[in-house]
């Protein structure tokens, strides 16, 4: 039985699935939000969370323990320096996961996995295009790319129009 048993594995060692975590914990760092799968998203929060904690804390000794698990200086000093602050007033839940849907090629559940405090950027899904109706401009602007594609022809058939 797996009593008390938290870690989630992901299918990896030990080393794989650390340098995975670190890794995601940086980018979430970095880009403020990453896009996932809930599993993985899972795995990440606790990590992110305790890494806020660490810099909370602020100490030298804090630093060094981020610097071993994430192994990226300029996360870390951004961790300490933006991110820490940030967070202050608040005990914990600094991350959210948002659930997406499905992953189109296999159907595993993707999230988001953001900071709760972040700052509004432009990082948002890029809207679908509809289709079916065309704006005016739209279909004239199609229309005289065509045409001019059509006016152009190959060098090789110039040759047997003129033999």
């Known amino acids: 039985m797996r009593h008390q048993k938290k870690t989630i594995k992901l299918g990896r060692t030990a080393e794989h699935r650390k340098a995975l975590l670190a890794n995601q914990v940086c980018s979430l760092i970095e880009h403020q939000r990453i896009r996932t799968t809930l599993a993985k998203a899972k795995a990440v929060r606790p990590l992110a969370e305790k890494m806020v904690t660490l810099g909370k804390k602020g100490s030298l000794h804090a630093r060094r323990t981020a610097l071993a698990v994430l192994r990226q200086k300029n996360a870390v000093k951004k961790l300490f320096d933006d991110i820490a602050p940030r967070t202050a007033a608040r005990n914990g839940g600094y991350t959210r996961i948002i659930k997406l849907g499905q992953r189109r090629s296999d159907a595993a559940p993707i999230a ?9 950027t432009s990082h948002e899904e890029p809207a679908a295009k509809e289709k079916g109706k065309k704006s005016k401009g739209a279909k004239a602007e199609a229309e005289t790319k065509s045409s001019k594609k059509a006016r152009k022809s190959p060098p090789n058939e110039k040759k047997t129009a003129e033999e």
């Open 112 to 120: 988001f996995l953001e900071w709760v405090d972040a700052p509004q």
